[in-house]
């Protein structure tokens, strides 16, 4: 039954739409289970009804018309209690309602289990023995496998407005949404452009051509290009191979040169007018549906071979691609995995929004999302990322939403909402100049996070009291070989330059976790309790060395350079990083440069060394509490995990006790304590922070204005009396909506959610 699983969960990733996964479903089941009839009933909420969608073995004109109320039935039985319901004589259940128009005869055996998505019943699959029967075991397994499956086809289609489509009968856009975390705030209505890893065929998205003919020539020079490699690596191998071995070769050569897969993938390009790796991907995922269908295992195998071919002509697609990317005027970019660089080659005039699978509202696309001000939502585990090149689409950066194809309804409500924010700035931008000062009078510093030209915007450099962390390491992501000494001199000289005399602190190089390094690479089961930050920069002394080095020759004739250490988990590291550090001043006074050692500080991230603030406090200039990393690993959530993201909340009563626990400990020993975090720039935390006593706080540009409003809105004494029912509290949640409650109270409700 597994190898049947696989070759239906194959099939139903590969179809076209609902309408054919539902007809696969419903046709395999019936044969895999043996049994009478599958079914597919889809919960409509709304109209309150569990409407039947597919069928094998009831009447096929009762697909769309056949409905059953709310919670009635054995089938609304299913929905409402969420688990399966086995029964070998359905009709001496008090719940079993006999339902007309479908054909049904007097069925014994049933078998209901829900297709539940994000802890909602999204319909049921059903199969009816008329014989009495109760169902295995492994075929109710069976049974939620497929309909778990069958979920994420649906929540597609509801987000494309397929379903609408089916349900109506008609050409409707879609009025619903996929739901992910907020992860940048703000509005936007723009136009999809799917981003995606090279070589990964599974991700490549459906794209329009408008010149099939040179579309077609392109691939088969491919195909041509593919064929020359395999001959290459047949003569390069033939002295180490047996002959059966080099046969593989020929079987390879053999599937490229016949009709079926190449042809199929020409026609694709002459009559959809499909773009090349679009038109091959379908071909290739269409021939391995058919090997995987097969009950030979050596036939079945041949499946992968197929998908390796296929990733090798892509791979010359791309080579050979002569157009670049056209950008819309309002780029959304999407992808199942959408990285730094990624973000980086989109026009910074065009790039409007940013859509991911992965990832969450601490994860560094978001934080380079808030950092060039453009809404994101992060953590779509139901992205149909293929299916929404060049579509309209709206980013609700504030609700976490992600709409396709949206209803007129829908964009006139944004498009109000667009406006709304547009009064906001206005209204931001007349504290443009005003001092971040309490009703009180008590002044808290607010920093800039940065790390890209684009991020050091005049908004930055002009409201910012200096920079609370650079980001050292995008300069390194951005190139294709570690960056020299005198490269990074110049980087590092424009940022202390623009911000002189105003400090400037510059964390060291912090690869690793969501971080990596192209021409660096290493692979790890768990990167974020793995190998990055410090760790790195102990075992390979020669990297940070030269980046200290650079730092420091940066800072010749400005005073304002700080260096921040990363990582931090022992006070062993701290010792040994300074040494390092000295050592490189040291060098180069000896080589008569004239400069001046600057201050040093750590990041608190890692829970050990909150519980270690006191020695910290000893050791350094200052402390920099990094809350995006803290949250991960005091909650033990991985936040690129959208399936955990839900649990990442930096208002968590823990973390909250955590950053107080540390702001006390500086200041028992006279060591100032910032935020650095994304919690830093959370206008709900402001109160909070400053009830605490922190010494500064750094964000992207974005929040400085957001920020500066809470805090002049308040005084420092009411703070203190927030933190003091925050930290009593229990739950994210209600620390959430108590701080709601206070923005409220002073008219700040538009700062976290315009319209309300």
């Known amino acids: ?221 491919a195909i041509a290009a593919v064929q020359d490699d395999l001959h290459a690596l047949r003569e390069k191998m033939e002295h180490m191979l047996q002959e059966e071995d080099r046969a593989l070769f020929d079987a390879w050569l053999m599937m490229l040169s016949e009709d079926a897969l190449v042809e199929r993938a020409v026609s694709l390009i002459n009559e959809e007018s499909q773009w090349a790796p679009g038109a091959l991907r379908q071909s290739v995922l269409e021939h391995i549906s058919v090997f995987d269908s097969m009950e030979d295992p050596y036939l079945r195998e041949r499946a992968s071979d197929i998908r390796d071919l296929g990733r090798r002509v892509l791979m010359h697609l791309q080579e050979e691609q002569i157009n670049g990317v056209d950008y819309p ?210 075992d390979h002394p020669e990297i940070f060395l030269t980046q200290v080095r650079a730092m420091l020759r940066a800072s010749i004739g400005y005073e304002n350079l700080r260096i921040l250490l990363p990582m931090i988990t022992t006070i062993g590291e701290i010792d040994e990083l300074q040494q390092l550090i000295s050592r490189a001043y040291d060098e180069l006074q000896e080589e008569g440069y004239e400069i001046i050692m600057p201050e040093i500080g750590v990041m608190i991230e890692v829970p050990a060394a909150v519980y270690q603030a006191e020695e910290i406090a000893k050791r350094v200039d200052f402390i920099s509490i990094g809350s995006n990393d803290l949250t991960q690993y005091l909650l033990a959530v991985d936040r690129n995990n959208p399936r955990v993201a839900e649990l990442y909340d930096d208002l968590h009563p823990a973390v909250l006790q955590a950053v107080h626990h540390v702001v006390k400990a500086g200041t028992d020993y006279g060591c100032p304590v910032g935020i650095c975090g994304e919690l830093a720039g959370n206008p709900l935390a402001t109160p909070l922070l400053l009830g605490m006593g922190v010494d500064s706080l750094s964000m992207s540009a974005g929040s400085l204005l957001r920020v500066k409003w809470v805090i002049r809105s308040l005084s420092r004494a009411r703070c203190k009396q927030l933190l003091k029912k925050a930290l009593q509290h229990h739950e994210a949640q209600q620390v959430h909506q108590m701080m709601n409650k206070v923005l409220g109270e002073l008219g700040l409700e538009g700062l976290v959610r315009p319209g309300r």
């Open 1 to 221: 039954m597994l190898t049947t699983l696989h070759r239906i969960v194959q099939e139903v990733n590969g179809a076209s739409d609902l309408s054919e996964a539902l007809e696969i479903i419903v046709k395999s089941v019936r044969e895999a289970v043996a049994t009478d009839v599958c079914s597919v009933y889809l919960t409509d909420f709304e109209q309150r009804k569990h409407l039947l969608m597919a069928t094998d073995g009831l009447r096929p004109e009762a697909v769309g018309k056949v409905a059953l109320p709310m919670f009635r039935g054995l089938v609304g039985l299913v929905c409402e209690r969420a688990e399966p319901i086995n029964l070998d004589d359905a009709p001496s259940h008090s719940r079993y309602l006999p339902v007309s128009g479908t054909g049904e005869k007097y069925y014994h055996g049933f078998l209901g289990v829900p297709i539940i998505q994000n802890r909602k019943v999204l319909g049921v699959l059903v199969v009816r023995h008329i014989e009495p029967r109760r169902f295995e075991d492994d075929e109710v397994t069976f049974l939620l496998t497929l309909a778990a499956q069958l979920a994420g086809a649906i929540t597609h289609a509801q987000a494309s407005g397929e379903l609408t489509r089916i349900r109506s009968g008609t050409d409707a856009v879609s009025e619903g949404f996929l739901q992910g975390r907020p992860s940048s705030s703000g509005v936007v209505i723009g136009s999809a452009v799917v981003a995606y890893q090279l070589s990964d065929l599974d991700a490549v998205p459906d794209r329009r051509s408008d010149d099939p003919a040179a579309e077609v020539l392109r691939f088969r020079k």
């Open 329 to 538: 005027e309002r780029t959304i970019l999407v992808g199942e995995e959408v990285s730094a660089v990624q973000l980086m080659e989109v026009p910074e005039d065009r790039l409007a929004g940013v859509v991911s699978s992965t990832g969450s509202g601490s994860s560094h696309v978001a934080i380079l999302a808030r950092a060039i001000g453009v809404p994101a939502v992060m953590g779509l585990t139901d992205l149909p990322v293929s299916r929404v090149e060049g579509q309209d689409v709206i980013v609700d950066g504030y609700r976490g939403r992600f709409y396709v194809a949206p209803a007129d309804s829908v964009c006139q409500e944004y498009e109000r909402l667009i406006t709304e924010e547009q009064q906001l700035g206005r209204e931001l931008d007349e504290l443009r100049g005003h001092t971040s000062e309490t009703t009180d009078s008590f002044h808290l510093p607010l920093y800039l996070n940065t790390g890209l030209a684009s991020e050091m915007s005049d908004l930055g450099i002009t409201e910012a009291e200096g920079i609370g962390l650079y980001r050292t390491e995008f300069p390194f992501m951005t190139r294709d070989t570690f960056p020299g000494e005198e490269t990074q001199i110049i980087a590092y000289r424009h940022v202390l330059e623009t911000f002189n005399p105003r400090p400037a602190i510059m964390r060291t190089l912090d690869i690793g976790g969501d971080k990596p390094l192209p021409y660096f690479p290493f692979t790890e089961s768990n990167p974020f309790l793995g190998w990055r930050g410090v760790r790195i920069s102990l």
